[in-house]
């Protein structure tokens, strides 16, 4: 098990991760310190604890509506997946109709003066 120091609002914490995932954790921190630091100027002091906990809870509003517009994006793709599927089966319809048609008109004897 790996460990890493990470720094949050200018203070290190030694966190440990799997393996080969220190670049990864890293990059979290990163993610979370820019979040805390938002909070700290807009806020002000709030003393660590709450620092950190108005962090967490904006990124996971943040999280929550994402997973919200992918979830509202996916229910959208799905529609539009069945719409196709109704599209290719009219197209498909279209065509034998088309087909039937041809082959009924190339098994009619031609006109008398065609002959």
């Known amino acids: 098990m790996a460990q890493v120091t990470i720094q949050i609002n200018a203070k290190p914490y030694l966190v440990g991760c799997e393996d080969g995932q220190e670049q990864r954790l890293i990059e979290l921190a990163e993610t979370v310190d820019r979040q805390v630091r938002q909070v700290h100027s807009e806020v002000g002091a709030l003393g660590e604890t709450r620092l950190l906990l108005m962090g967490a809870l904006l990124l996971a ?3 929550g509506e994402l997973k919200a517009r992918l979830s509202a994006e996916a229910s959208s793709a799905a529609s539009l997946q069945r719409s196709m599927v109704e599209i290719e089966g009219r197209a498909a319809d279209a065509l ?13 004897a031609p006109p008398a003066g065609l002959r």
């Open 61 to 63: 509003d943040e999280l």
């Open 96 to 108: 034998n109709r088309a087909a039937e048609r041809i082959e009924n008109l190339a098994g009619e």
